[in-house]
């Protein structure tokens, strides 16, 4: 698949219900890379970013949840304060002033740990 088309963003999320906040959190596992509890960064397509905020209405409550992306400019630099920008799992590539977020692994070690737990 060509690049053509793709683009950095920022997904932040805040939702009310903990039921709804794991399925928001295993939404957007599929499409990008947690950064923080409740911040997600990923490359989308126009199309992949228009099926995952079909996914996301689907699932939260206007008047309680609140998420929002925010487009990263590719030549986007980071500033960071403590902890790395991303886990230690995920590389970053810059080619010809292009972004590509890249899990080398996906796991739960970064999710919200009300919805790491298993029921028993």
């Known amino acids: 698949m060509s690049d053509q088309g793709k683009r950095p963003y920022l ?68 500033i960071t304060i403590g902890r790395h920008f991303l886990p230690e799992d995920v590389l970053l590539f810059i080619q010809n002033k292009r972004a590509d977020i890249t899990p080398l692994v996906r796991g739960g070690v970064h999710g919200h740990d009300l919805c790491d737990k298993k029921k028993k």
């Open 11 to 78: 997904v932040a999320y805040d939702i009310a219900d903990p039921k709804r906040l794991c399925l928001v959190h295993k939404i957007l596992t599929r499409y990008a890379v947690p950064v923080q509890y409740s911040v997600f960064i990923g490359t989308f397509t126009p199309t992949n970013l228009e099926a995952l905020k079909k996914e996301l209405v689907q699932v939260i409550e206007n008047d309680e949840d609140d998420i929002r992306m925010y487009p990263i400019s590719r030549n986007a630099d980071p």
